[in-house]
């Protein structure tokens, strides 16, 4: 079954706006850590951020921002302010234990394509 | 600090060929991954180290199997390639502080015909 739904495969945003990525996650574990990745077109995947899941206030890393809701088990992406280096595919992931180490579960991706 | 290096970038293979995909890191992290890519699916984990000498399988493990070399190096082998087997292949390590988001290195991108 899958655990990270990425339901947007493809976005479209105006540069200087924000856009939203959503992701939600299946798990019944009480502990448990959500990530955004991005990876531009050259391929490497970039760590932006995380939320863990006993963390009270939103993760926020300079233009990105993460919109945890817990009880629905989501952890949207917030862009503001969109450029145009913006453009690539963003991942949503979860950190879950695995024997005695972590893994990570990913989402299929979207892609954003920022305009001009 | 290079962090994470895999090596070749891109390889061609025909079917039944076996290959080694390399990966280093400097970070001095004990744990690594290698994962695969494949279009609309994500990525999704073919076999982790959790530390020097200890290998386990992932997700998707079959057809591959892996070396810890020492706690820079992980290996990725394919003894006789398929078509199947066509992906690009991330290899990645894990920080043991904060948040244990994990490092990517570039990536392999293999074709096998």
């Known amino acids: 079954a899958q655990k990270i739904t990425q339901t947007q495969p493809g976005m479209f945003v105006q540069e200087k706006e924000a856009v939203t990525l959503d992701c939600t996650y299946d798990?019944?574990?009480?502990?448990?850590?959500l990530f955004w990745y991005k990876q531009p077109s050259s391929g490497e995947m970039i760590f932006l951020i995380y939320?863990?899941?006993?963390?009270?206030q939103n993760a926020t890393e300079g233009r990105y921002s993460l919109n945890f809701q817990k009880a629905r088990k989501s952890a949207n992406l917030v862009i503001s302010a969109s450029q145009l280096g913006d453009s690539a595919m963003y991942f949503c992931?979860?950190?879950?234990?695995?024997?005695?180490?972590?893994?990570?579960?990913f989402g299929a991706g979207t892609t954003v394509t920022v305009r001009a | 600090n290079a962090g994470v290096t895999q090596t070749p970038k891109f390889q061609v293979l025909k079917t039944g060929q076996s290959m080694t995909l390399q990966c280093a890191q400097d970070?001095?992290?004990?744990?690594m991954y290698w994962y695969r890519q494949d279009p609309g699916m994500g990525l999704r984990l073919i076999y982790y180290?959790?530390?020097?000498?200890?290998?386990d399988k992932g997700e998707v493990p079959n057809g591959y199997n892996v070396s810890r070399l020492n706690k820079r190096e992980f290996s990725l082998r394919l003894e006789s390639a398929a078509p199947s087997q066509t992906s690009v292949y991330f290899c990645?390590?894990?920080?043991?502080?904060?948040?244990?988001?994990?490092?990517f290195g570039p990536g392999t991108r293999l074709t096998v015909t």
């Open positions: 990645a390590s894990r920080n043991h502080r904060g948040v244990y988001e994990q490092y």
């Open positions: 798990t019944s574990d009480p502990s448990y850590g």
């Open positions: 939320q863990g899941s006993y963390d009270q």
């Open positions: 992931a979860m950190r879950e234990p695995m024997g005695n180490d972590y893994k990570l579960s």
């Open positions: 970070m001095n992290h004990n744990s």
């Open positions: 180290s959790a530390s020097e000498g200890t290998t």
